[in-house]
């Protein structure tokens, strides 16, 4: 059974930093899954923020995250990462890791197609809240 767990949000000032972890358990090999970021605000639907590679050598930003945001991982430890700075009021929202099913799926497919529900492996998400 693949387990995907999300944290580090909190609650932070305009201006500040986070870094967001994801660990996910029960993949038949986590080196072999692209894996993205993604978030969803209220009254919004869920939108795509980051993904990366299997190896972690390509990666993919939305625009209004690009300079800011950095997503990366840790092969060895199973986990994903994003690091997010100069935080500002609209990077508020619930943040989720997710794995496709299929491993095939690359982060480029990720990044641009997005992921369905029921096409990923998905966290139950960390509350991200940007006061101004």
């Known amino acids: 059974q693949v387990q995907v767990v999300e944290s580090g949000g909190e609650l932070v000032q305009a201006g500040g930093s986070l870094r967001l972890s994801c660990t996910v358990s029960g993949l038949s090999s986590f080196d072999d899954y692209a894996l993205g970021w993604f978030r969803q605000a209220p009254g919004t639907e869920r939108e795509v923020v980051s993904s990366i590679s299997s190896n972690g050598r390509s990666t993919y930003y939305t625009d209004s995250v690009e300079g800011r945001f950095t997503i990366s991982r840790d092969n060895t430890k199973n986990t994903l990462y994003l690091q997010m700075n100069s935080l500002k009021p609209e990077d508020t929202g619930s943040y989720y890791c997710?794995?496709?099913?299929?491993?095939?799926?690359?982060?480029?497919?990720?990044?641009?197609?997005?992921?369905?529900?029921?096409?990923?492996?998905w966290g139950q998400g960390t509350q991200v809240t940007v006061s101004s």
């Open positions: 997710a794995a496709p099913v299929d491993s095939d799926v690359l982060s480029a497919t990720l990044f641009y197609g997005g992921l369905a529900t029921s096409d990923g492996y």
